[in-house]
């Protein structure tokens, strides 16, 4: 992996990508024999987190630890980062102190101008606009699973949304074509389109669709996340009347592959994006989903923090 820090997909290359996913291998094969390697001993990784988390959190925290490493978790109100003082000044004051800082903001900016001026690996936990870490792992996942990308059908039913975007990009750069449905308003934008087929060679890679069921037509993965993202509570009403038909149940997924899987990078709002009957059946790897995330963050740290 050549880039020093990890702050969108379309920095890293398909190879990148790849060397990504041996290395998770790798680490969770020796993981799941009681093996950890201790690559990261004595590294110390900040984790600044402006936004609620638990996947994120824990996974960087724990990867560290299994690394023989340390985390220290910094909220907003610890250091409130870009008020209390610039971001460029924390940028350097940290990277004197840890290896590494993680980060969960709002702007996607303020991720970007952080690791301008620090010296040491930034790692995007979660922007407005992207979260590259879910993304890695979900493609992880379902490379674990169908064993192939090649042929596979990723449907997403939803907003087009951080989440939604880190999908496509690294569905441009591996290959996949990924068809997303999303209610008027809350689509992927033309600017976003145009640089991820630029991503993918000039291809056609992403398909938007407004009716699900189209979406989902004989996809072999259906994908869906929530309707109200962090930061957005004050539009909850109107999201809810926008997405209600964007529900990932038993009905739509009879247009999909009877042996389609279903995915979700969790936190779910049961009920709405997805029933219960959906996300706890025989369809779902929502959980072995969300356990990828944890041998995806030691990799990354492992390539990143040992340089
Ligand atoms: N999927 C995910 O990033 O979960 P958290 O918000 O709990 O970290
Ligand atoms: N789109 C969601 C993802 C949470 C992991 C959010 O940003 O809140």
Redo the contacts with the bound molecule.
């Keep these: 992996m050549k880039c020093k820090d990890l702050i969108s997909i379309a920095d890293l290359s398909p190879t990148d990508i790849e060397e990504i996913f041996t290395v998770t291998k790798e680490l969770k094969e020796w993981h799941n024999k009681g093996y950890d390697e201790k690559c990261l001993n004595g590294k110390i990784l900040g984790m600044i987190f402006e936004?609620s988390?638990m996947?994120?959190r824990v996974s960087f925290e724990v990867a560290m630890v299994h690394l023989g490493g340390y985390a220290i978790y910094l909220t907003q109100s610890d250091i409130n980062l870009g008020k209390r003082e610039a971001v460029k000044d924390g940028a350097r004051v940290l990277s004197r102190y840890v290896n590494g800082i993680a980060i969960r903001t709002f702007g996607q900016e303020t991720i970007q101008e952080l690791a301008r001026f620090a010296t040491v690996p930034v790692i995007n936990a979660?922007s407005?606009y992207l979260?590259p870490c879910?993304a890695l792992t979900d493609l992880y996942t379902i490379k674990e699973k169908f064993g192939t990308y090649a042929n596979l059908k990723l449907a997403f039913v939803g907003?087009g949304?951080?989440?939604a975007r880190s999908l496509a990009q690294i569905c441009a750069k591996l290959g996949l074509h990924f068809h997303i449905a999303s209610p008027k308003g809350y689509e992927l934008t033309p600017d976003f389109l145009s640089k991820t087929k630029q991503m993918a060679d000039g291809n056609e890679v992403v398909h938007l669709y407004q009716d699900p069921r189209e979406a989902v037509e004989n996809a072999n993965v259906v994908y869906t996340?929530?309707w109200?993202?962090?930061?957005?509570e004050a539009e909850i009403e109107v999201r809810k009347q926008a997405f209600k038909s964007f529900q990932v149940n038993s009905d739509l997924l009879k247009s999909a592959k009877s042996d389609v899987k279903v995915m979700h990078?969790?936190?779910a709002h049961r009920g709405e994006e997805i029933t219960d009957e959906i996300i706890d059946g025989a369809s779902s790897i929502v959980y072995d989903q969300a356990e990828n995330r944890l041998h995806i963050e030691k990799a990354l740290l492992k390539l990143l923090l040992r340089k």
């Design positions: 936004k988390s996947r994120t979660l407005d979260h879910q907003d949304n951080n989440i996340d929530t109200i993202s962090m930061g957005q990078c969790l936190p």
